[in-house]
């Protein structure tokens, strides 16, 4: 994907929920420069633990979860950040203004170009 869209273009893959999980998994390949997880699914319906894919990640992350939000949280890492969105589930519809204001912030730095 870098190819494509050239080298000093910064790419941040992103996504929700099972979106972020493709996101987590193809973002060394797509050579981005940040990840981004909407309600990232931890855990499956059936129990199935996900947390290596996220664990996977190497470039700095940004994780929104919901603190009601049944399928799992994950800690922060030394590359991740995990914003706790209060009240909102896996939907995480609840907390839009946040989650624009947190990922934002969160982008400014990561996209700034090096001086």
């Known amino acids: 994907a870098q190819d494509a869209i050239g080298e000093d273009v910064a790419l941040v893959v992103g996504g929700r929920s099972s979106g972020a999980r493709v ?5 060394a390949r797509t ?6 997880a909407l309600a990232f699914p931890l855990v499956s319906p ?7 894919e996220l664990d996977a ?9 919901g603190d009601r939000d049944p399928f799992g949280m994950r800690d922060p890492a030394e590359r991740r950040i995990v914003h706790v969105l209060v009240g909102a589930d896996h939907s995480l519809r ?7 204001a947190v990922t ?12």
């Open 23 to 27: 996101a987590a998994r193809t973002s």
């Open 31 to 36: 050579g981005a420069c940040g990840y981004l």
């Open 46 to 52: 059936r129990g199935v633990t996900r947390v290596a």
């Open 57 to 65: 990640v190497a470039v700095p992350a940004l994780v929104l979860q």
């Open 94 to 100: 609840s907390r839009v203004g946040e989650i624009h």
């Open 104 to 115: 934002t912030a969160w982008l400014g730095p990561l996209l700034r170009p090096p001086v």
